[in-house]
């Protein structure tokens, strides 16, 4: 049984920073892309960040570049997302999602998604 579950989300101030983690199990972790992904009111679902399957290699979106990091263990199928500097414009639901064989973590490829866990930045 595929699960994905992000937690960590919270309320912090601007500037101010926070983890994300995102347990993942039920599948062969290598396999698979992870991505981070948002969601603000009102707005589309976004992709934010993503490490591929294979190599590891990681991207990002170009709004969130410099202040956060995604990391991944992959012996405790654990997937983070460490965010520095934030602003009020990253306050979202925030989702892990894993692509089976992807590099990009294209929000239309993601094979399985988890709950979200919820990021408000304000004073």
């Known amino acids: 049984d595929v699960q994905l579950q992000a937690s960590g989300g919270g309320l912090v101030q601007p500037g101010g920073s926070l983890r994300l983690s995102c347990a993942a199990s039920?599948?062969?972790?290598?396999?698979?892309?992870i991505g981070w992904f948002r969601q603000a009111p009102g707005k589309e679902r976004e992709r934010v960040s993503c490490t591929s399957s294979g190599d590891g290699s990681t991207s990002y979106a170009d709004s969130v570049k410099g202040r956060f990091t995604i990391s991944s263990d992959k012996a405790s199928k654990m997937v983070y997302l460490e965010m520095k500097t934030l602003k009020p414009e990253d306050t979202a639901v925030y989702y892990c999602?894993?692509?089976?064989?992807?590099?990009?973590?294209?929000?239309?490829?993601?094979?399985?998604w988890g709950k979200g866990t919820l990021v408000t930045v304000s004073s």
């Open positions: 999602a894993a692509e089976w064989y992807g590099t990009r973590c294209g929000i239309h490829a993601m094979d399985y």
């Open positions: 039920g599948f062969t972790f290598d396999d698979y892309a």
